[in-house]
Protein backbone atom coordinates (compact mmCIF):
# COMPACT_ATOMS: atom_id res chain seq x y z
CA UNK A 1 0.00 0.00 0.00
CA UNK A 2 1.19 3.21 -0.60
CA UNK A 3 1.48 5.47 1.93
CA UNK A 4 3.11 8.77 1.01
CA UNK A 5 1.35 11.99 1.25
CA UNK A 6 -1.21 12.93 -1.95
CA UNK A 7 -1.90 15.70 -3.55
CA UNK A 8 -6.05 16.16 -4.26
CA UNK A 9 -7.40 18.92 -5.71
CA UNK A 10 -10.61 20.02 -4.40
CA UNK A 11 -14.16 19.62 -6.58
CA UNK A 12 -15.50 22.79 -4.77
CA UNK A 13 -13.04 25.60 -4.96
CA UNK A 14 -9.72 23.77 -6.99
CA UNK A 15 -7.50 24.51 -4.18
CA UNK A 16 -4.90 21.19 -4.76
CA UNK A 17 -4.52 20.27 -1.32
CA UNK A 18 -1.90 17.61 0.80
CA UNK A 19 -3.36 14.82 2.25
CA UNK A 20 -0.78 13.47 4.83
CA UNK A 21 0.33 9.81 4.58
CA UNK A 22 -2.54 7.74 6.35
CA UNK A 23 -5.03 10.32 5.80
CA UNK A 24 -7.74 9.17 3.28
CA UNK A 25 -10.50 11.96 3.65
CA UNK A 26 -10.51 15.42 5.04
CA UNK A 27 -11.94 18.81 4.61
CA UNK A 28 -10.62 21.44 2.29
CA UNK A 29 -9.40 24.12 4.76
CA UNK A 30 -10.75 27.13 1.99
CA UNK A 31 -13.93 26.07 1.31
CA UNK A 32 -15.29 23.14 3.76
CA UNK A 33 -15.78 21.13 1.19
CA UNK A 34 -15.27 17.14 1.58
CA UNK A 35 -12.25 15.52 -0.02
CA UNK A 36 -12.07 11.76 -0.27
CA UNK A 37 -8.89 9.97 -2.30
CA UNK A 38 -11.31 7.30 -3.35
CA UNK A 39 -8.67 5.50 -5.45
CA UNK A 40 -6.46 5.10 -2.51
CA UNK A 41 -9.51 3.77 -0.68
CA UNK A 42 -11.05 1.34 -2.97
CA UNK A 43 -7.64 0.03 -3.69
CA UNK A 44 -7.21 -0.27 0.37
CA UNK A 45 -10.52 -0.59 2.03
CA UNK A 46 -12.62 -3.70 2.03
CA UNK A 47 -15.62 -2.53 3.62
CA UNK A 48 -17.41 0.89 5.57
CA UNK A 49 -19.43 0.67 8.32
CA UNK A 50 -21.90 3.38 7.99
CA UNK A 51 -22.56 5.96 11.00
CA UNK A 52 -25.63 5.29 12.72
CA UNK A 53 -25.16 7.11 15.47
CA UNK A 54 -26.64 11.25 15.17
CA UNK A 55 -24.41 14.18 16.62
CA UNK A 56 -27.06 14.99 19.04
CA UNK A 57 -27.21 12.10 20.49
CA UNK A 58 -22.60 11.78 20.48
CA UNK A 59 -22.97 15.13 22.09
CA UNK A 60 -25.87 13.37 24.63
CA UNK A 61 -23.44 10.41 25.69
CA UNK A 62 -20.64 12.67 26.06
CA UNK A 63 -22.55 15.01 28.45
CA UNK A 64 -23.95 11.32 30.45
CA UNK A 65 -20.09 10.01 30.39
CA UNK A 66 -18.60 13.41 32.12
CA UNK A 67 -21.10 12.89 34.33
CA UNK A 68 -20.35 9.30 35.53
CA UNK A 69 -16.66 10.38 36.07
CA UNK A 70 -15.52 12.27 38.90
CA UNK A 71 -12.67 14.56 39.58
CA UNK A 72 -12.31 15.75 36.22
CA UNK A 73 -10.98 19.35 35.07
CA UNK A 74 -13.11 22.29 35.21
CA UNK A 75 -11.55 23.07 31.91
CA UNK A 76 -11.60 19.78 30.33
CA UNK A 77 -15.39 19.52 31.15
CA UNK A 78 -15.80 22.92 29.45
CA UNK A 79 -14.11 22.36 26.25
CA UNK A 80 -15.65 18.82 26.05
CA UNK A 81 -19.20 19.92 26.65
CA UNK A 82 -19.11 21.94 23.75
CA UNK A 83 -21.19 19.59 20.67
CA UNK A 84 -18.99 21.58 18.00
CA UNK A 85 -15.87 19.79 19.42
CA UNK A 86 -17.05 16.91 17.97
CA UNK A 87 -16.50 15.45 14.82
CA UNK A 88 -16.51 12.09 12.71
CA UNK A 89 -13.68 9.85 11.85
CA UNK A 90 -13.49 6.55 9.91
CA UNK A 91 -11.03 4.23 11.80
CA UNK A 92 -9.17 1.78 10.22
CA UNK A 93 -9.50 -1.86 11.75
CA UNK A 94 -8.19 -5.21 11.00
CA UNK A 95 -10.55 -8.00 11.00
CA UNK A 96 -9.82 -11.42 11.74
CA UNK A 97 -12.20 -14.57 10.98
CA UNK A 98 -11.21 -17.94 11.73
CA UNK A 99 -11.16 -20.84 14.63
CA UNK A 100 -8.67 -21.28 17.52
CA UNK A 101 -8.58 -25.34 18.42
CA UNK A 102 -6.58 -25.89 21.80
CA UNK A 103 -5.92 -29.19 23.57
CA UNK A 104 -6.11 -29.05 27.15
CA UNK A 105 -4.70 -30.96 30.47
CA UNK A 106 -5.81 -29.74 33.51
CA UNK A 107 -5.34 -31.29 37.50
CA UNK A 108 -8.95 -30.81 38.85
CA UNK A 109 -9.88 -30.51 43.04
CA UNK A 110 -12.93 -31.04 44.49
CA UNK A 111 -12.68 -30.07 48.37
CA UNK A 112 -15.15 -32.11 50.56
CA UNK A 113 -14.77 -32.67 54.46
CA UNK A 114 -14.14 -35.62 55.98
CA UNK A 115 -15.96 -36.56 59.17
CA UNK A 116 -14.47 -39.42 61.38
CA UNK A 117 -16.77 -40.45 64.53
CA UNK A 118 -15.22 -42.47 67.14
CA UNK A 119 -16.37 -43.64 71.01
CA UNK A 120 -13.71 -42.38 73.55
CA UNK A 121 -12.68 -43.84 76.83
CA UNK A 122 -16.40 -42.15 79.03
CA UNK A 123 -18.20 -44.20 76.18
CA UNK A 124 -19.14 -41.18 74.23
CA UNK A 125 -19.03 -40.57 70.38
CA UNK A 126 -16.74 -37.38 69.59
CA UNK A 127 -16.80 -36.49 65.64
CA UNK A 128 -14.11 -34.82 63.60
CA UNK A 129 -13.99 -32.93 60.61
CA UNK A 130 -11.34 -32.66 58.45
CA UNK A 131 -11.19 -30.43 55.25
CA UNK A 132 -9.99 -32.72 52.22
CA UNK A 133 -9.21 -32.20 48.78
CA UNK A 134 -9.76 -35.07 46.10
CA UNK A 135 -7.31 -34.22 43.07
CA UNK A 136 -8.07 -35.70 39.58
CA UNK A 137 -6.16 -35.49 35.79
CA UNK A 138 -8.60 -34.50 33.32
CA UNK A 139 -7.98 -33.69 29.71
CA UNK A 140 -9.85 -32.83 26.88
CA UNK A 141 -10.44 -30.00 23.53
CA UNK A 142 -11.58 -26.93 23.43
CA UNK A 143 -12.79 -24.50 20.35
CA UNK A 144 -13.17 -20.79 20.13
CA UNK A 145 -14.27 -18.96 17.11
CA UNK A 146 -13.30 -15.52 15.95
CA UNK A 147 -16.03 -13.57 13.63
CA UNK A 148 -14.19 -10.71 12.59
CA UNK A 149 -12.01 -10.13 15.48
CA UNK A 150 -10.82 -6.48 15.42
CA UNK A 151 -7.55 -4.92 16.03
CA UNK A 152 -7.28 -1.38 15.67
CA UNK A 153 -4.56 -0.11 13.05
CA UNK A 154 -5.28 3.61 13.66
CA UNK A 155 -2.64 6.06 14.60
CA UNK A 156 -4.89 8.07 16.72
CA UNK A 157 -7.15 5.58 18.27
CA UNK A 158 -5.10 2.65 19.88
CA UNK A 159 -5.98 -1.17 20.55
CA UNK A 160 -6.68 -0.38 24.40
CA UNK A 161 -9.04 2.20 23.60
CA UNK A 162 -10.99 0.72 20.41
CA UNK A 163 -11.40 -2.57 22.98
CA UNK A 164 -12.60 0.03 25.64
CA UNK A 165 -15.55 1.08 22.78
CA UNK A 166 -17.05 -2.22 22.81
CA UNK A 167 -17.85 -4.28 19.74
CA UNK A 168 -19.39 -3.42 16.44
CA UNK A 169 -21.86 -5.41 14.43
CA UNK A 170 -20.22 -5.90 11.62
CA UNK A 171 -22.85 -7.47 10.02
CA UNK A 172 -24.30 -3.95 8.54
CA UNK A 173 -20.74 -3.32 6.41
CA UNK A 174 -20.88 -2.26 2.76
CA UNK A 175 -18.87 -2.12 -0.05
CA UNK A 176 -16.01 1.15 -0.36
CA UNK A 177 -17.91 4.20 -1.30
CA UNK A 178 -16.62 7.33 -1.13
CA UNK A 179 -19.71 9.27 -0.55
CA UNK A 180 -20.24 7.06 3.32
CA UNK A 181 -16.79 8.89 4.00
CA UNK A 182 -17.89 12.48 2.72
CA UNK A 183 -17.26 15.23 5.24
CA UNK A 184 -15.76 13.22 8.01
CA UNK A 185 -12.07 12.18 8.43
CA UNK A 186 -11.05 8.58 7.48
CA UNK A 187 -7.51 7.27 7.75
CA UNK A 188 -5.40 4.57 6.12
CA UNK A 189 -3.68 1.42 8.64
CA UNK A 190 -0.53 2.43 10.38
CA UNK A 191 -0.04 -0.86 11.19
CA UNK A 192 0.74 -3.88 9.03
CA UNK A 193 -1.82 -7.04 8.66
CA UNK A 194 1.23 -8.99 10.33
CA UNK A 195 1.48 -7.08 13.13
CA UNK A 196 -2.33 -7.30 13.40
CA UNK A 197 -2.05 -11.26 13.56
CA UNK A 198 -0.03 -10.92 16.94
CA UNK A 199 -2.19 -9.02 18.56
CA UNK A 200 -5.36 -11.06 17.08
CA UNK A 201 -2.76 -14.38 18.49
CA UNK A 202 -2.89 -13.10 21.67
CA UNK A 203 -6.43 -11.02 22.28
CA UNK A 204 -7.86 -14.74 21.01
CA UNK A 205 -5.60 -16.81 23.09
CA UNK A 206 -6.10 -14.75 26.35
CA UNK A 207 -9.97 -14.73 26.00
CA UNK A 208 -9.94 -18.59 25.29
CA UNK A 209 -7.49 -19.40 28.70
CA UNK A 210 -9.37 -17.17 30.85
CA UNK A 211 -12.43 -18.87 29.50
CA UNK A 212 -11.52 -22.18 29.67
CA UNK A 213 -10.22 -21.45 33.40
CA UNK A 214 -13.06 -19.33 35.16
CA UNK A 215 -15.56 -20.68 33.42
CA UNK A 216 -15.36 -24.64 31.86
CA UNK A 217 -13.28 -26.82 34.05
CA UNK A 218 -14.76 -27.94 36.94
CA UNK A 219 -14.33 -27.86 40.99
CA UNK A 220 -13.34 -25.87 43.27
CA UNK A 221 -9.72 -25.56 42.59
CA UNK A 222 -8.08 -26.31 38.80
CA UNK A 223 -4.38 -26.47 37.62
CA UNK A 224 -3.87 -26.27 33.41
CA UNK A 225 -1.00 -28.15 32.99
CA UNK A 226 -0.87 -27.81 29.59
CA UNK A 227 -2.43 -25.72 26.47
CA UNK A 228 -1.36 -26.96 22.65
CA UNK A 229 -3.22 -24.49 20.17
CA UNK A 230 -3.77 -24.35 16.74
CA UNK A 231 -5.15 -20.20 15.53
CA UNK A 232 -6.37 -20.66 11.94
CA UNK A 233 -7.12 -17.43 10.55
CA UNK A 234 -9.42 -17.97 7.32
CA UNK A 235 -9.74 -14.18 6.03
CA UNK A 236 -8.18 -11.10 6.75
CA UNK A 237 -10.67 -7.87 6.16
CA UNK A 238 -9.57 -4.21 6.21
CA UNK A 239 -12.43 -2.04 7.80
CA UNK A 240 -13.05 1.30 8.26
CA UNK A 241 -15.21 1.91 11.42
CA UNK A 242 -17.56 5.11 12.47
CA UNK A 243 -16.42 7.57 15.72
CA UNK A 244 -17.23 10.35 17.13
CA UNK A 245 -14.45 12.13 18.78
CA UNK A 246 -14.09 15.08 21.32
CA UNK A 247 -11.00 16.41 21.96
CA UNK A 248 -9.58 18.80 24.61
CA UNK A 249 -6.38 20.10 26.03
CA UNK A 250 -5.26 21.11 29.75
CA UNK A 251 -2.05 22.04 30.50
CA UNK A 252 -0.90 21.28 27.16
CA UNK A 253 -1.37 17.93 27.00
CA UNK A 254 -4.32 16.58 24.38
CA UNK A 255 -7.28 14.50 25.71
CA UNK A 256 -9.58 12.72 23.86
CA UNK A 257 -13.09 11.13 24.40
CA UNK A 258 -14.32 8.40 21.79
CA UNK A 259 -17.97 7.46 21.07
CA UNK A 260 -19.03 4.35 18.99
CA UNK A 261 -20.23 5.52 15.93
CA UNK A 262 -22.86 2.51 15.51
CA UNK A 263 -23.48 1.54 19.76
CA UNK A 264 -22.68 5.10 21.26
CA UNK A 265 -20.48 3.56 23.98
CA UNK A 266 -17.98 5.97 24.94
CA UNK A 267 -14.49 5.83 26.20
CA UNK A 268 -11.74 7.71 27.05
CA UNK A 269 -9.30 9.34 28.94
CA UNK A 270 -10.05 12.91 31.04
CA UNK A 271 -7.46 14.48 33.27
CA UNK A 272 -8.07 14.17 37.24
CA UNK A 273 -7.78 17.59 38.92
CA UNK A 274 -7.81 16.64 42.82
CA UNK A 275 -9.06 20.58 43.83
CA UNK A 276 -12.66 19.13 41.81
CA UNK A 277 -12.08 15.62 42.92
CA UNK A 278 -12.17 17.44 46.55
CA UNK A 279 -14.77 19.60 46.12
CA UNK A 280 -17.23 17.09 44.31
CA UNK A 281 -16.03 14.87 47.60
CA UNK A 282 -16.59 17.10 50.63
CA UNK A 283 -17.45 13.87 52.83
CA UNK A 284 -14.10 13.13 52.34
CA UNK A 285 -12.73 16.53 53.64
CA UNK A 286 -14.67 16.04 56.11
CA UNK A 287 -13.67 12.82 57.10
CA UNK A 288 -10.18 13.94 56.38
CA UNK A 289 -10.60 16.74 58.84
CA UNK A 290 -12.37 14.64 61.61
CA UNK A 291 -9.02 11.97 61.45
CA UNK A 292 -6.85 15.28 62.05
CA UNK A 293 -9.46 16.37 64.67
CA UNK A 294 -9.11 12.88 66.01
CA UNK A 295 -5.36 12.73 65.74
CA UNK A 296 -4.81 16.50 67.00
CA UNK A 297 -6.58 15.41 70.36
CA UNK A 298 -4.72 12.02 71.05
CA UNK A 299 -1.85 14.10 70.06
CA UNK A 300 -2.86 16.46 72.74
CA UNK A 301 -3.74 13.97 75.79
CA UNK A 302 -0.54 12.14 74.98
CA UNK A 303 1.02 15.27 76.04
CA UNK A 304 -0.59 15.80 79.40
CA UNK B 1 -37.86 0.35 0.56
CA UNK B 2 -38.69 3.13 2.90
CA UNK B 3 -37.72 1.96 6.59
CA UNK B 4 -39.15 4.14 9.47
CA UNK B 5 -38.48 4.28 12.66
CA UNK B 6 -40.74 5.46 15.74
CA UNK B 7 -39.68 7.84 17.58
CA UNK B 8 -41.18 6.55 20.75
CA UNK B 9 -39.99 3.05 20.92
CA UNK B 10 -37.23 3.45 18.02
CA UNK B 11 -38.94 -0.10 16.14
CA UNK B 12 -38.29 0.16 12.81
CA UNK B 13 -41.18 -0.67 9.81
CA UNK B 14 -41.33 -0.67 6.09
CA UNK B 15 -45.10 -0.14 5.42
CA UNK B 16 -46.92 -1.56 2.62
CA UNK B 17 -47.55 1.46 0.22
CA UNK B 18 -47.38 5.12 1.54
CA UNK B 19 -48.70 4.82 5.24
CA UNK B 20 -49.01 8.05 5.73
CA UNK B 21 -50.40 8.63 9.73
CA UNK B 22 -49.58 5.02 10.18
CA UNK B 23 -49.06 4.26 14.29
CA UNK B 24 -46.19 2.53 15.08
CA UNK B 25 -46.96 -0.86 15.23
CA UNK B 26 -45.21 -1.98 18.17
CA UNK B 27 -46.57 1.03 20.73
CA UNK B 28 -48.86 2.28 18.96
CA UNK B 29 -47.81 6.14 18.35
CA UNK B 30 -47.94 7.73 15.32
CA UNK B 31 -44.58 8.86 15.62
CA UNK B 32 -42.70 7.32 12.67
CA UNK B 33 -39.95 9.63 10.71
CA UNK B 34 -37.79 8.31 7.95
CA UNK B 35 -34.87 6.26 8.50
CA UNK B 36 -31.58 8.02 6.29
CA UNK B 37 -31.13 4.87 3.59
CA UNK B 38 -27.26 4.49 4.06
CA UNK B 39 -28.12 3.62 7.81
CA UNK B 40 -30.52 0.95 6.96
CA UNK B 41 -29.69 -1.31 4.14
CA UNK B 42 -31.77 -4.23 5.47
CA UNK B 43 -31.58 -7.38 3.81
CA UNK B 44 -34.09 -8.86 2.23
CA UNK B 45 -36.60 -11.50 3.40
CA UNK B 46 -36.56 -15.04 1.89
CA UNK B 47 -39.43 -16.41 3.58
CA UNK B 48 -42.57 -15.12 4.84
CA UNK B 49 -44.98 -17.67 6.76
CA UNK B 50 -48.26 -17.79 5.81
CA UNK B 51 -51.42 -16.18 7.95
CA UNK B 52 -52.56 -19.27 10.07
CA UNK B 53 -55.71 -16.64 11.57
CA UNK B 54 -57.27 -13.87 10.60
CA UNK B 55 -57.53 -10.33 12.75
CA UNK B 56 -61.02 -11.84 13.93
CA UNK B 57 -59.71 -14.79 15.34
CA UNK B 58 -56.87 -13.17 16.75
CA UNK B 59 -58.60 -11.03 18.83
CA UNK B 60 -61.04 -13.82 19.84
CA UNK B 61 -57.60 -15.19 20.89
CA UNK B 62 -56.62 -12.17 22.32
CA UNK B 63 -59.66 -11.60 24.50
CA UNK B 64 -60.09 -15.63 25.56
CA UNK B 65 -56.71 -14.83 26.77
CA UNK B 66 -57.60 -11.70 28.91
CA UNK B 67 -60.33 -13.01 30.57
CA UNK B 68 -58.61 -15.99 31.95
CA UNK B 69 -56.27 -13.01 33.78
CA UNK B 70 -58.74 -11.78 36.66
CA UNK B 71 -56.74 -9.94 38.49
CA UNK B 72 -55.90 -8.03 35.29
CA UNK B 73 -57.40 -4.80 34.65
CA UNK B 74 -60.51 -4.27 32.82
CA UNK B 75 -59.04 -2.38 29.74
CA UNK B 76 -56.96 -5.49 29.19
CA UNK B 77 -60.47 -6.93 26.80
CA UNK B 78 -60.59 -3.53 25.04
CA UNK B 79 -57.10 -3.82 24.18
CA UNK B 80 -58.30 -6.56 21.57
CA UNK B 81 -59.95 -4.12 19.47
CA UNK B 82 -56.68 -2.69 18.24
CA UNK B 83 -54.93 -5.61 17.00
CA UNK B 84 -51.79 -4.53 14.65
CA UNK B 85 -50.54 -7.61 12.43
CA UNK B 86 -46.92 -6.99 11.97
CA UNK B 87 -44.19 -9.00 10.29
CA UNK B 88 -41.15 -10.13 12.66
CA UNK B 89 -37.64 -10.87 10.99
CA UNK B 90 -36.60 -14.26 12.24
CA UNK B 91 -33.21 -15.57 11.32
CA UNK B 92 -32.64 -19.24 10.24
CA UNK B 93 -29.16 -21.10 10.80
CA UNK B 94 -28.75 -24.67 9.56
CA UNK B 95 -25.15 -26.15 10.61
CA UNK B 96 -22.73 -28.58 11.83
CA UNK B 97 -22.22 -27.84 15.62
CA UNK B 98 -19.06 -28.96 17.66
CA UNK B 99 -19.82 -28.91 21.41
CA UNK B 100 -16.52 -29.33 24.14
CA UNK B 101 -17.83 -29.60 27.76
CA UNK B 102 -16.30 -30.53 30.93
CA UNK B 103 -18.00 -31.65 33.90
CA UNK B 104 -18.69 -33.58 37.19
CA UNK B 105 -20.31 -36.65 37.37
CA UNK B 106 -21.68 -38.09 40.61
CA UNK B 107 -19.89 -41.50 42.10
CA UNK B 108 -20.88 -43.51 44.94
CA UNK B 109 -16.92 -44.30 45.08
CA UNK B 110 -14.09 -42.09 46.72
CA UNK B 111 -14.30 -39.61 49.05
CA UNK B 112 -16.07 -36.33 47.46
CA UNK B 113 -18.48 -38.44 45.75
CA UNK B 114 -17.55 -36.20 42.71
CA UNK B 115 -15.36 -37.06 39.41
CA UNK B 116 -14.79 -35.02 36.72
CA UNK B 117 -15.15 -35.65 32.97
CA UNK B 118 -14.76 -33.87 29.63
CA UNK B 119 -16.10 -34.80 26.22
CA UNK B 120 -17.13 -33.65 22.52
CA UNK B 121 -20.18 -33.41 20.40
CA UNK B 122 -20.48 -33.14 17.26
CA UNK B 123 -24.28 -33.26 15.17
CA UNK B 124 -26.41 -31.28 13.22
CA UNK B 125 -28.19 -28.02 13.77
CA UNK B 126 -31.48 -25.92 13.38
CA UNK B 127 -31.45 -22.81 15.59
CA UNK B 128 -33.92 -19.57 14.88
CA UNK B 129 -32.80 -16.39 16.12
CA UNK B 130 -34.96 -13.41 17.09
CA UNK B 131 -33.71 -10.28 14.82
CA UNK B 132 -36.07 -7.85 15.87
CA UNK B 133 -34.92 -4.76 17.59
CA UNK B 134 -38.21 -3.93 19.08
CA UNK B 135 -39.32 -7.41 20.35
CA UNK B 136 -37.23 -9.42 22.96
CA UNK B 137 -35.97 -12.45 22.03
CA UNK B 138 -38.02 -13.68 25.10
CA UNK B 139 -41.84 -12.45 24.01
CA UNK B 140 -41.20 -14.40 20.10
CA UNK B 141 -39.54 -17.15 21.48
CA UNK B 142 -43.15 -17.83 23.29
CA UNK B 143 -44.25 -17.78 19.45
CA UNK B 144 -42.01 -20.87 18.51
CA UNK B 145 -41.46 -23.04 16.90
CA UNK B 146 -42.92 -22.36 13.59
CA UNK B 147 -45.10 -25.06 11.09
CA UNK B 148 -42.46 -25.24 8.28
CA UNK B 149 -45.08 -26.34 6.15
CA UNK B 150 -46.79 -22.83 6.52
CA UNK B 151 -43.57 -21.13 5.25
CA UNK B 152 -43.62 -19.81 1.31
CA UNK B 153 -41.21 -17.18 -0.38
CA UNK B 154 -41.10 -13.64 0.50
CA UNK B 155 -43.07 -11.56 -1.94
CA UNK B 156 -42.95 -7.94 0.22
CA UNK B 157 -45.35 -5.91 -3.19
CA UNK B 158 -48.40 -8.73 -2.16
CA UNK B 159 -48.21 -8.39 1.65
CA UNK B 160 -50.55 -5.86 3.38
CA UNK B 161 -49.06 -5.02 6.73
CA UNK B 162 -45.77 -3.23 7.56
CA UNK B 163 -42.58 -5.50 8.33
CA UNK B 164 -39.80 -4.77 10.76
CA UNK B 165 -36.15 -4.83 8.83
CA UNK B 166 -33.92 -7.18 10.40
CA UNK B 167 -32.41 -5.27 13.30
CA UNK B 168 -30.17 -7.67 13.88
CA UNK B 169 -27.49 -8.35 11.73
CA UNK B 170 -26.80 -11.99 10.15
CA UNK B 171 -23.08 -11.96 11.20
CA UNK B 172 -23.96 -11.06 14.42
CA UNK B 173 -27.09 -13.53 15.23
CA UNK B 174 -25.06 -16.26 14.08
CA UNK B 175 -22.98 -16.65 17.48
CA UNK B 176 -26.35 -16.48 19.13
CA UNK B 177 -27.40 -19.45 16.90
CA UNK B 178 -24.39 -21.58 17.67
CA UNK B 179 -24.99 -20.63 21.69
CA UNK B 180 -28.50 -21.14 21.76
CA UNK B 181 -28.18 -24.62 20.01
CA UNK B 182 -25.35 -25.85 22.20
CA UNK B 183 -27.10 -24.66 25.42
CA UNK B 184 -29.96 -26.96 24.43
CA UNK B 185 -27.90 -30.04 22.88
CA UNK B 186 -25.90 -29.86 26.15
CA UNK B 187 -28.63 -30.01 28.09
CA UNK B 188 -30.20 -33.26 26.43
CA UNK B 189 -26.56 -34.32 26.98
CA UNK B 190 -26.84 -33.99 30.66
CA UNK B 191 -30.00 -35.24 31.13
CA UNK B 192 -29.38 -38.61 29.03
CA UNK B 193 -25.87 -39.20 30.60
CA UNK B 194 -26.44 -37.69 34.33
CA UNK B 195 -23.77 -35.28 34.04
CA UNK B 196 -23.59 -32.67 36.74
CA UNK B 197 -22.38 -29.21 36.52
CA UNK B 198 -21.09 -29.29 32.93
CA UNK B 199 -20.00 -25.82 31.23
CA UNK B 200 -19.01 -25.78 27.15
CA UNK B 201 -17.59 -24.18 24.21
CA UNK B 202 -18.47 -24.37 20.94
CA UNK B 203 -17.86 -23.81 17.29
CA UNK B 204 -19.43 -24.25 14.05
CA UNK B 205 -18.59 -23.42 10.54
CA UNK B 206 -19.78 -20.66 9.26
CA UNK B 207 -22.91 -21.35 7.35
CA UNK B 208 -25.45 -18.78 5.48
CA UNK B 209 -28.73 -17.32 7.09
CA UNK B 210 -32.33 -17.12 5.58
CA UNK B 211 -33.95 -14.39 7.07
CA UNK B 212 -37.89 -15.32 7.69
CA UNK B 213 -40.74 -12.99 8.41
CA UNK B 214 -42.74 -14.25 11.46
CA UNK B 215 -46.19 -12.90 11.07
CA UNK B 216 -47.89 -11.86 14.56
CA UNK B 217 -50.92 -9.36 16.06
CA UNK B 218 -49.47 -6.99 18.49
CA UNK B 219 -51.64 -5.05 21.14
CA UNK B 220 -50.36 -2.41 23.43
CA UNK B 221 -52.22 -0.84 27.06
CA UNK B 222 -51.05 1.62 28.80
CA UNK B 223 -51.63 1.01 32.21
CA UNK B 224 -50.41 3.11 35.32
CA UNK B 225 -47.71 5.14 33.15
CA UNK B 226 -46.13 2.02 31.77
CA UNK B 227 -46.81 0.42 28.49
CA UNK B 228 -48.06 -3.39 28.59
CA UNK B 229 -47.60 -5.11 24.95
CA UNK B 230 -49.13 -8.38 23.82
CA UNK B 231 -48.31 -10.68 20.80
CA UNK B 232 -50.33 -12.59 19.17
CA UNK B 233 -48.79 -15.31 16.79
CA UNK B 234 -50.87 -15.45 13.62
CA UNK B 235 -50.30 -19.04 12.81
CA UNK B 236 -52.06 -20.00 15.71
CA UNK B 237 -53.07 -17.46 18.30
CA UNK B 238 -50.74 -18.29 20.90
CA UNK B 239 -50.44 -15.05 23.26
CA UNK B 240 -47.17 -13.36 24.46
CA UNK B 241 -46.71 -11.11 27.45
CA UNK B 242 -47.69 -10.44 31.08
CA UNK B 243 -50.93 -8.53 31.91
CA UNK B 244 -50.34 -6.48 34.53
CA UNK B 245 -52.28 -6.92 37.96
CA UNK B 246 -55.31 -4.18 39.14
CA UNK B 247 -54.97 -2.16 41.59
CA UNK B 248 -58.49 -1.83 42.24
CA UNK B 249 -58.90 -6.33 42.07
CA UNK B 250 -55.59 -6.26 44.52
CA UNK B 251 -57.12 -3.37 46.64
CA UNK B 252 -60.60 -4.82 47.05
CA UNK B 253 -59.58 -8.52 47.48
CA UNK B 254 -57.04 -7.07 50.27
CA UNK B 255 -60.15 -5.51 52.16
CA UNK B 256 -62.23 -7.95 52.27
CA UNK B 257 -59.45 -10.33 53.78
CA UNK B 258 -59.20 -8.23 55.91
CA UNK B 259 -62.73 -8.14 56.92
CA UNK B 260 -63.04 -11.48 57.07
CA UNK B 261 -60.22 -11.86 59.43
CA UNK B 262 -62.20 -9.10 61.24
CA UNK B 263 -65.14 -11.24 61.55
CA UNK B 264 -63.56 -13.96 62.60
CA UNK B 265 -61.47 -12.61 65.47
CA UNK B 266 -64.82 -10.77 66.58
Given amino acids: MDLAARTLQCTGCGAKLQLADTQLAAECGYCRAALVDAERGAAAIDAILPLSVSAERAAREVQAFLRRQSGVAREARRQLADPRQLRTMFVPHWAATGVLRTRWKAEIGIDWTETTTRTNSRGEKESTSRSRTDWFDLQGRGVAAAERQLVSASPSLGEIASNALGTYDTGWLQAFDARLLAGCQAELPAITREQAAETVAVEIYERHRSELVDQMLPGDRKKLLSLERDLHVEQWELLLLPVWVATCSVGGQPYRVWVNGQSAQVAGELPVSWKVLLSENTWLLALAAGLAGLAACAWLLGMR | ?151 QPWDAASVAAPWEPAQLSEQRAWPQAIDDAARQRMARHMRETSLDKARSMQYAPRAPGQLRMLPVYIATLRYLGRDWRFVVSAQHGKVAGQAPYSWLKLGAIAAAALLLLAWLVA
Avoid: N
Fill in chain 2, 1 to 151: MKVLQCETCAGRLVLAGEGAGVACAFCGRPQLKPVPETLAAPPAPAHGLRLGIDAAAARDAFAGWAARRRLAPGALRAAAQDLRLVYLPLWRFRGQLEVHWAGLRATPFGGCGWVPDAGSLEGPFEQDVCASGALSAREVAQLLPVDEADM
